[in-house]
Nanobody
Framework: QVQLAESGGGLVQAGGSLRLSCAAS????????MGWLRQAPGKEREFVAVISWSSGSTYYSDSVKGRFSMPRDSAEGTLYLQMDSLKPEDTAVYYC????????????????????WGQGTQVTVSS
């Protein structure tokens, strides 16, 4: 059974930092592209960033490029989203998701291309 468990969300002031974690189990990570997506109130779910676990290649949305990064711990099967210089517009529920690399095109930006999802974690950035 595939499980993706996010943690690390919270309330932070603009300009601050947060690190989200995604603990993955029940899947062979080298066969997946692991993404972060987010959904703000009243808006559609949108792509944030994705990493190819096997190659380490990354791709970021323009809105977070240069501010967010994705460290990972392969031994623990954990993906992180390091968020720096946070802005109020980053406020959203953040989801970790997995896309089968044999059934998706790089970069995986469409939410519909992801096969598995975590439950989400709330990030609130105050101005």
């Amino acid at each position: 059974q595939v499980q993706l468990a996010e943690s690390g969300g919270g309330l932070v002031q603009a300009g601050g930092s947060l690190r989200l974690s995604c603990a993955a189990s029940g899947l062979t990570l080298s066969n997946y592209r692991m993404g972060w997506l987010r959904q703000a109130p009243g808006k559609e779910r949108e792509f944030v960033a994705v990493i190819s676990w096997s190659s380490g290649s990354t791709y970021y949305s323009d809105s977070v490029k240069g501010r967010f990064s994705m460290p990972r711990d392969s031994a623990e099967g954990t993906l992180y989203l390091q968020m720096d210089s946070l802005k109020p517009e980053d406020t959203a529920v953040y989801y970790c998701a997995a896309a089968n690399r044999f059934a998706s095109k790089w970069p995986v930006v469409a939410p519909t291309d992801y096969n598995y999802w975590g439950q989400g974690t709330q990030v609130t950035v105050s101005s």
